[in-house]
């Protein structure tokens, strides 16, 4: 059975690359637009750009943990203590492998909504329109959502230290960072945005119910 799990991980993985890849080969080669601005941007504050750049190292490590675990590779990149597992649950690795690919979904439908203004990073000096259909109906940030997903996923599937540290960790950059584009959307769009924020969640929306968050 675990091998089952880990062969899932390899897959959900690659479709994850594969994703990124044909947003990023399709901006760059097409639309002639890097969409990498991680750090980059001359109005970033320095505490942005090591945000920006923190976070992409632990998708980095993230990720290698997952393909170190998955391909049962004997590398620890950190102490033994973190690859303890926490429990060992059959329901708790089910629902994440449910988890991940709604958050594959979401990341997926959230590109497609994005079109040609999607962009690594906060992009300060050149924003493009800004993106209020499809997925963002919904949420305010549906790829932050799915990345949230695949790690509460992941974490669920290998139950262990490393994981629910790593993805505790993605979830408290994540809404600093997105603190931080909330401000930046403010000012780039003003009352639009405003509005965007009244009726749609930071999070997810879930129509029917009244707005009293931000």
């Known amino acids: 059975m675990e091998i089952l799990f880990d062969y899932l991980q390899i897959s959900y993985l690659a479709i994850l690359v594969i994703i990124v890849l044909i947003r990023v080969l399709y901006l760059l080669l ?13 109005r970033k504050k320095t505490a942005y750009r090591v945000i920006e750049i923190l976070f992409s190292t632990i998708i980095a490590l993230w990720s290698a943990e997952i393909l170190i675990h998955s391909l049962q590779i004997n590398i620890q990149i ?3 203590f973190f690859y303890v597992k926490i429990f060992d649950f059959l329901p708790a690795k089910i629902a994440g492998t449910i988890l ?5 979904f979401l990341f997926a439908w959230a590109q497609i909504s994005f079109g ?5 990073g906060i992009d300060n000096d050149q924003p493009g329109s800004l993106i209020t259909k499809g997925a963002f109906s919904f949420s305010r940030n549906p790829i932050f959502l799915a990345i949230d997903l695949y790690a509460i996923g992941t974490f669920l599937i290998n139950e262990t230290i490393i994981f629910l540290f790593i ?14 584009e909330e401000k ?7 009352q639009i945005y405003l ?3 009244l009726n ?7 129509r029917g119910l009244s707005r009293n968050d931000s």
């Open 195 to 197: 509005d965007y924020q």
């Open 100 to 104: 991940i690919p709604i958050g594959l």
């Open 167 to 180: 993805g505790l960790f993605i979830g408290l950059i994540i809404h600093y960072q997105i603190i931080n």
């Open 200 to 206: 749609v969640r930071r999070y997810l929306t879930f």
């Open 30 to 42: 097409i639309r002639h637009i890097n969409p990498f601005v991680l750090g980059r941007g001359k």
């Open 184 to 190: 930046h959307l403010k000012k780039a769009y003003g």
């Open 78 to 80: 950190l102490p033994s």
């Open 116 to 120: 040609d203004s999607w962009r690594v």
